[in-house]
């Protein structure tokens, strides 16, 4: 098991860049087979994924986000980040980091094994 905590600003202006960082500990974010999620929950809504960062560095994204995400990594401070671009009202929801220990990567929020507590990002003026 490791443990995720999310940072990052909890208010975020239309068009402005969310940017949120998940630290990680009792694991490496370079361990084989590991993967390194983020996943958002709108108010009223489920679970969507959003986007992957795998053991290796690869990332793979949402179709329908992907052209506004980024995930990418620090592995001296065993850390991930998100920047989500472009933000509208509509990208407000409670964001969460996950890890998945097992081969293979998944885009089911069900699959993740481990999860932080959460952070609410509201977009707004």
């Known amino acids: 098991q490791v443990q995720l905590q999310e940072s990052g600003p909890g208010l975020v202006k239309p068009s402005q860049t969310l940017s949120l960082t998940c630290t990680v500990s009792?694991?490496?974010?370079?361990?084989?087979?590991?993967?390194w999620s983020w996943i958002r929950q709108p108010p009223g809504k489920g679970l969507e994924w959003m986007g992957v960062?795998?053991?290796?560095?690869?990332?793979y994204y949402s179709p329908s986000l992907k052209s506004r995400t980024s995930i990418s990594r620090d592995t001296s401070k065993n850390q991930f980040s998100l920047q989500l671009s472009s933000v509208t009202p509509e990208d407000t929801a409670v964001y969460y980091c996950?890890?998945?220990?097992?081969?293979?990567?998944?885009?089911?929020?069900?699959?993740?094994?481990?999860w932080g507590q959460g952070t609410q990002v509201t977009v707004s003026s």
């Open positions: 960062i795998a053991y290796d560095g690869s990332t």
């Open positions: 009792g694991g490496s974010i370079t361990t084989s087979y590991y993967a």
């Open positions: 996950a890890a998945r220990r097992v081969i293979g990567l998944s885009r089911r929020a069900n699959d993740y094994d481990d």
